[in-house]
């Protein structure tokens, strides 16, 4: 079976700063990947996500990940972080040989400070 | 725009109550699931759907069960409500586009935060 490790459980930046969070996969295969954003008070929104091809991915709100299959890692960065980028983020993998089943990390709150 | 409706925002029930938590989604999207979001757990499916009266269970799918009666709906029901289901609840659809289906994102509803006494 799939699973997702996020690392860290908060981070805060400093606006303007740039950002990296950090996700780890561990599936058999090359897997699909997905990072999404939820605002409080809201639900999940998709950012971005990688089935083949081009290893790094742009999304939405300026946000990039990039797909290291040496390093089961798919982490998502922003060089410039906006207060309103302030969030949960969660990284979710899916097999690529089908079925419904997408498996979440534990999630990373974002903290923008001004 | 994709547009999934939770139909309660807040709930509070009491242990041993029946309740349903319902959610619509207006693009036609065959497949419609529920989770349960806990803090440091992250979301954890429960239940899921690829079509009408279709339905499987995900990974944690004791103490609930689902209805799909027609395409744009999906009802998640706790039989017999316990304090340790107080969580919010998220429920997702997507389309399906030929076998890749996660070429189409999951589209949430805003949840339904649930608290059991």
């Known amino acids: 079976a799939q699973s997702v490790t996020q690392p860290d459980i908060h981070i805060t930046v400093s606006e303007g700063a740039s950002l990296e969070l950090r996700c780890n996969y561990s599936?058999?295969?090359?897997?699909?990947l997905f990072w999404y954003v939820q605002s409080p008070g809201q639900g999940l929104q998709l950012l971005l996500k990688y089935f083949s091809g081009d290893t790094l991915v742009q999304g939405i709100k300026g946000f990039e990940a990039e797909f290291k299959r040496s390093q089961s890692s798919f982490n998502l960065r922003k060089p410039s972080v906006h207060w309103s980028d302030a969030a949960e983020y969660f990284c979710?993998?899916?097999?690529?040989?089908?079925?419904?089943?997408?498996?979440f990390g534990t999630g990373t709150q974002l903290k923008v400070e001004l | 725009d994709v547009k999934v409706t939770q139909s309660s925002r807040y709930l509070v029930k009491r242990t041993g109550e029946k309740v349903f938590l319902e959610c619509v989604q207006d693009?036609?999207?065959?497949?419609m699931f529920w989770y349960r979001q806990d803090p440091g757990l992250g979301l954890r499916l429960i239940y899921f759907s690829y079509d009408v009266k279709m339905k499987e269970k995900g990974d944690i799918p004791e103490g609930y069960s689902v209805s799909r009666e027609k395409k744009e709906r999906f009802s998640l029901i706790l039989e017999s409500a316990s304090t340790n289901q107080t969580s919010m609840y998220l429920c997702?659809?997507?389309?399906?586009?030929?076998?890749?289906?996660?070429?189409?994102?999951?589209?949430f509803g805003n949840g339904t935060r649930l608290t059991v006494t």
């Open positions: 979710a993998v899916a097999p690529t040989g089908g079925g419904n089943k997408l498996t």
């Open positions: 599936y058999g295969a090359t897997p699909y």
């Open positions: 693009m036609d999207h065959e497949n």
């Open positions: 997702a659809s997507s389309f399906v586009l030929t076998a890749r289906i996660y070429n189409s994102p999951l589209h």
